[in-house]
């Protein structure tokens, strides 16, 4: 029995935006499993719900004429895993989606509430930095565009406003086209499970195929916010692929990261992986990309 | 048919399509809801409550305090009553306390018409606290200037403590007793975990006719009727418990949970249905764990691995209550000198202390999966240093035939840990792949691990041992089966069943078990543990089925004027004992005995067994594992258990068993820990953040068998129910040491504790930002 104070269901977004500006209390909820874990804790017991469940504008993925890729914020995890557009586009992406915890949440836990809920842990959220994706909401003022990397302001904390909806999550045509990437998610268990670190590297080579055109790497948990390796995706523009590469982007991601020591992994372990699944991720990127790691 | 065969469970159908009964689907519309305040302290005292915010929630009915409940202390562990109440269990808790001892303690209990205001209360419950620094740490808790936690029943934090030498002289005597002596010195340690069954504890209660009825989701439901009276100061029959089908238990329900406190709340509340289900993550932070046991143990051995000596220095954590208490290690410590002969001498010592952690209880094989990562660490590093087989060095020194433990007298009736051995050295593969991976390099490294392990059956001649079945034969000729022994998951109705079927000469389909035990009914029992109840309930059903047969017969040799002893049963019929010729249905004697105007007789018998044998179960794991250096990942391949079981009743529950052991051992090998805060707060009391192996993080599971028949089992048959999960954690390890060549000591092999270890032996380089 969950502490339920209010319950709204919107029957449109315009319904919910006009439904959460009429009561500041309220919160969103999607699929709910974010929403109701902390409901059952009690952090939000005796809340007040907005819910945008099952509404047919916020699902589903399209590509446009211009070749950007529409997702809907309402899409569920386990469609956009199996979705024919992104995994012919952005298969790091739909692969990265099948990674969240097991069938059931990727049945009912949505892209927009994974991104929404601002933690650094999100399983999309890498992959979409790396993307240089776009946030679209739409509010009592309008609908806004956001760049995936100013959305995030702290842990939990985003810009989207209280009265504010993600309503999709666009991907444009250059920041995909003739890339090759890999999302490598690291978790103690093989399912049900939340990322020890999540790193998305993306590779574009030259024409010749020897070196780099363009490299994105992207983590989650390896700062309070999912974050770009920017300095050293500067830093290997053009460089061949050899066998120092992996070694210098290694470090270089090592000089850009934040890890922080908890209980669930302490900064030195988490760096390890930032070592190495840089390695690893970067390496199968090239291949992806058409390229050759092991020269 | 009868025992030996792998007939379906007879609660397949009804588990598998939902029509089983649990506790929550028995509840009657319409209870009140009990929660419990919990303490955010580990160590201190409730000084007082402000109330009135909690009792101003619409829908609370009342609030018990520690100050309102009876000045009555009690024991809440699953054994047998000791009529010498000095030597039995310690009694050190109320049904709500005053004194905290750990994180989460029962303080007040909040009744309300419905969880949301039961739960809406107890957070708004304001307690003022007189609070102590948390000891959390057997080292800190044995520290001489250590506040004692319960010194009404202990003057210092020692709960418990037991020592053995067997043999001649001291092990330090024996360090010169003769040349060229090789020694092994360790610290090895296991950690905390918990059962994790499906069903969260779960009761309801309500009184009739002045009588509390407690439904509850427990293994041992004649202990609980009888701690529930001494913990609120009545007779014992003024108590009834029921237990319906449960979802699993593995020794957490194995103890008196919240049953009293469910009891007092209806009794308090003029016999009104009360329910009291407890939250996975009060099941985790607030029931039972598994004791985490750290040892110090040496090993002397001549250079071709015989072993000379060895002692085993072991301190065992108990948490805040005394629950099974040293029962524990003293069986983790009594396990180390039975697996291995030393020719001079074996020391043991086991040392319980009270701390401020969750409170420790049984869990699946009752303190020896620790004593054997322990035991099987302290050897694989012996085999490493001798440069030996570790499976040469292990069959040098196991266990001999014909073997008596000179402390409590167990005999291994019958010993089939060599069987064991050879039959998975081959189906493994292990001397082709030991030497296959005796020289791995690079990154990515493989390696096979091995241990073994023993293990008693039942609990004789430290507790009482004593089981009742009673039978009774219906018109049809079929027979009701009812047993004090409980269904927990593990088939017991089955295998009872079989049995029955077995011994009266009836086909399964006439044998029906009453699932359900009812203290005001079913024969009395203790319950489901100690990987008893095939062996002692089974001896019961054994006896109970003769006398039924005989009855049966008695009647065919009045009916087909014969002598009984010229005739049997078997598959539903009364047969020629030579022969075996059909004579007469059973089904038509069984009415005939019913009806008959010249000769009715109800058909029915009723045992007692006083069980005073005990025999030792052996087996082993073979485990091969990938790990991956530069992620601090093993990844298990494969993973063998070998059992010498005995006869198996049930060759393909027997399977099922041994997976779900193994399973069980992976978790504890590699992901499982309970993890607490400086403050003694649990940091992962949930299933995101304790590790348990999912379904995609474990290989096929293999199981196989030597069948020996133990003389003194029913049907041959001895221990199964514990043992799957002893062996799979050492051997894992010690596959992690062929692979790598470091030594992990401590449970469990975590990524980070992995990663750490290599960086350590240089198999990874430290890295970081530049500065």
């Given at each position: 029995m969950y502490d339920i104070e209010k319950f709204y269901q919107a029957r449109s977004v315009a319904d919910a935006v006009r439904a959460l500006r009429a009561d500041e209390r309220a919160i969103v909820i999607a699929g709910g499993s974010d929403v109701l874990i902390e409901i059952r804790d009690g952090k939000l017991a005796g809340c007040s719900l907005v819910s945008i469940h099952g509404?047919?504008?916020?699902e589903g993925v399209e590509r446009t004429a211009e070749g950007e890729i529409v997702i809907r914020a309402g899409t569920s995890f386990s469609r956009i895993a199996n979705d024919p557009i992104l995994l012919r586009t952005v298969p790091m992406l739909a692969y990265a989606a099948d990674q969240v915890g097991g069938p059931q949440i990727r049945n009912i836990g949505t892209i927009g509430g994974n991104v929404c809920n601002?933690?650094?842990?999100?399983?999309?959220a890498s992959s979409l930095w790396a993307l240089n994706a776009t946030l679209e909401l739409t509010g009592g003022e309008g609908t806004r565009l956001v760049p995936i990397r100013e959305f995030y302001t702290g842990p939990g904390k985003?810009?989207?406003?209280?009265?504010?909806?993600?309503t999709a999550i666009r991907i444009a045509r250059a920041d995909y086209e003739g890339f090759g990437g890999c999302y490598l998610k690291y978790g103690?268990?093989?399912?049900m499970e939340i990322a020890t670190l999540g790193c998305a590297a993306m590779v574009r080579l030259t024409p010749d195929q020897k070196a780099i055109a363009e490299l994105r790497l992207a983590y989650g948990v390896a700062a309070p916010t999912p974050m770009r390796c920017t300095a050293t995706e500067e830093a290997v523009?053009?460089?061949?692929?050899?066998?120092?590469l992996l070694d210098r982007i290694a470090q270089g991601a090592l000089n850009e990261v934040k890890p922080r020591s908890s209980w669930r992994a302490s900064r030195e372990f988490r760096l390890q992986l930032v070592s190495e699944m840089s390695r690893r991720a970067v390496r199968q990127a090239i291949v992806n990309a058409g390229g050759e790691a092991d020269v | 048919m009868g025992v030996r065969d792998s007939i379906k469970r007879v609660d397949a159908y009804e588990k598998v399509t939902g029509a089983a009964k649990y506790t929550a689907d028995l509840m009657p519309a319409g209870a009140l809801v009990a929660k419990v305040v919990r303490s955010t302290i580990a160590n201190g005292k409730v000084v007082?409550?402000?109330?009135s915010e909690a009792l101003a929630?619409?829908?609370?009915v009342k609030i018990f305090t520690c100050?309102?409940?009876?000045d009555i202390e009690f024991a809440t562990a699953g054994h047998p009553y000791v009529l010498d109440k000095a030597k039995g269990?310690?009694?050190?808790?109320?049904?709500?306390?005053?004194?905290?001892?750990?994180?989460?303690?029962?303080?007040a209990a909040v009744v309300a018409v419905d969880e949301v205001a039961a739960a809406r209360a107890a957070r708004l419950v304001k307690v003022e606290y007189e609070e102590y620094a948390p000891i959390l740490s057997v080292e800190a808790a044995l520290a001489p200037d250590a506040m004692p936690l319960h010194p009404g029943v202990?003057?210092?934090?020692?709960l418990g403590q037991s020592s053995y030498r067997i043999g001649e002289g001291t092990y330090e005597e024996a360090k010169h007793s003769e040349p060229g002596l090789v020694e092994v010195t360790g610290e090895y340690g296991t950690q905390t975990v918990q059962?994790?069954?499906?069903?969260t504890p779960q009761s309801y209660a309500y009184m009739e006719n002045d009588r509390i009825v407690v439904v509850t989701s427990t293994q041992i439901p004649h202990i609980v009727r009888r701690v529930v009276g001494q913990a609120l100061g009545?007779?014992?029959?003024?108590v009834r418990v029921i237990k319906p089908?449960?979802?699993?238990?593995?020794?957490?329900?194995q103890d008196v949970l919240y049953e009293p406190l469910n009891a007092f709340l209806t009794q308090q509340l003029g016999g009104r249905l009360v329910k009291l289900e407890l939250t996975r993550e009060e099941t985790m932070a607030c029931t039972r764990v598994r004791h985490a046991i750290h040892a110090k143990v040496k090993a002397l051995a001549r250079?071709?691995?015989?072993?000379i000596a060895r002692k085993l220095e072991a301190y065992s954590d108990q948490g805040g209550?005394?629950?099974?208490?040293?029962s524990i290690c003293a069986n983790c410590v009594t396990m180390f000198k039975q697996l291995y002969h030393d020719q001079r001498v074996t020391e043991g010592d086991g040392y319980t202390a009270y701390t401020n952690h969750a409170t420790a209880g049984a869990m699946r094989a009752y303190g020896i999966p620790q004593s054997d990562f322990i035991t099987e660490c302290l050897m694989e590093d012996l085999a490493d240093k001798l440069g030996m087989d570790p499976l040469e060095l292990r069959l040098k020194n196991c266990m001999p035939q014909g073997?008596?433990?000179?402390?409590?007298?167990?005999?291994?009736?019958?010993?089939?840990i060599r069987e064991c051995v050879a039959k998975g050295r081959a189906l493994f593969g292990w001397d082709e792949k030991r030497a296959r991976y005796a020289h791995e390099t690079g990154d990515i490294r493989r390696g096979v691990g091995f241990a073994m392990f023993d293990y008693k059956t039942g609990v004789y001649p430290i507790s009482l041992e004593v089981s009742n079945c009673r039978m009774f034969m219906n018109e049809d000729g079929s027979v009701s089966l009812q047993m004090g022994?409980?269904?927990?998951?593990?088939g017991a109705d089955t295998v009872f069943t079989q049995m029955a079927a077995e011994t009266v000469g009836l086909?399964?389909?006439?044998v029906h078990i009453v699932s359900t035990q009812d203290t005001d009914v079913s024969p009395f029992d203790l319950g489901?543990?100690?990987?008893r109840q095939t062996y002692v309930c089974g001896m019961a059903v054994k006896r109970t089925g003769e006398i039924l047969k005989g009855k049966v017969l008695d009647y065919a040799s009045y009916k087909?004027?014969?002598?009984?002893?010229?005739l049997d049963t078997e598959a539903d019929w009364v047969v020629r004992?030579?022969?075996?010729?059909?004579?007469?249905p059973i089904a038509d004697l069984a009415l005939e005995a019913q009806y008959s105007r010249d000769r009715a007789e109800r058909l029915f018998a009723e045992a007692s067994i006083d069980c005073h044998e005990n025999t030792i179960s052996t087996g082993c794991t073979f485990a091969e594992v990938e790990v991956d250096i530069p992620m601090g990942r093993v990844t298990v391949l494969r993973i063998l258990n070998v059992h010498?079981?005995?006869?198996?009743?049930?060759p393909k529950l027997a399977e099922g068993q041994v997976h779900g052991g193994i399973s069980m051992g992976l978790g504890y090998a590699l992901s499982e820990e309970l993890l607490y805060d400086e403050?003694?707060?649990?940091?992962?009391?949930?299933l995101l953040d304790y590790k348990?192996?999912?379904?995609?993080?474990?290989?096929?599971l293999e199981a196989a068998f030597v069948e020996l028949?133990?003389?003194?089992?029913?049907?041959?048959n001895k221990a199964l129910?514990?043992?799957?999960?002893?062996?799979p954690a050492p051997a894992i390890r010690n596959a992690v040491l062929q692979a790598t060549?470091?030594?992990?000591?401590?449970?469990?092999?975590s990524p980070q504790k992995l990663v750490e270890g290599f960086v350590q032996a240089g198999l990874i380089k430290e890295v970081g930002p530049n500065v």
């Open positions: 509404l047919a504008e916020l601002g933690v650094t842990s999100a399983d999309s985003t810009v989207r406003r209280h009265d504010e909806i993600l103690k268990r093989n399912a523009r053009g460089a061949a692929i050899t066998p120092e | 007082q409550f402000d109330l929630v619409p829908g609370v100050f309102d409940v009876p269990d310690v009694y050190d808790r109320r049904l709500l306390n005053e004194r905290v001892r750990v994180y989460g303690d029962d303080i202990r003057d210092t934090n020692l059962h994790c069954h499906m069903e009545i007779p014992w029959a003024r089908y449960i979802g699993g238990g593995f020794g957490n329900k250079p071709d691995g015989t072993l209550y005394a629950s099974h208490g040293h073997y008596v433990d000179p402390s409590t007298g167990i005999h291994a009736y019958s010993n089939g022994a409980t269904e927990i998951g593990q086909t399964e389909g006439n489901a543990y100690g990987s087909l004027k014969k002598p009984a002893e010229e004992r030579a022969g075996r010729e059909k004579l007469l010498d079981s005995g006869i198996l009743i049930n403050k003694g707060r649990p940091r992962n009391d949930n348990l192996p999912t379904a995609m993080d474990q290989p096929d028949c133990d003389p003194s089992g029913p049907f041959g129910g514990e043992p799957p999960t002893i062996s060549g470091v030594h992990f000591n401590t449970l469990p092999l």
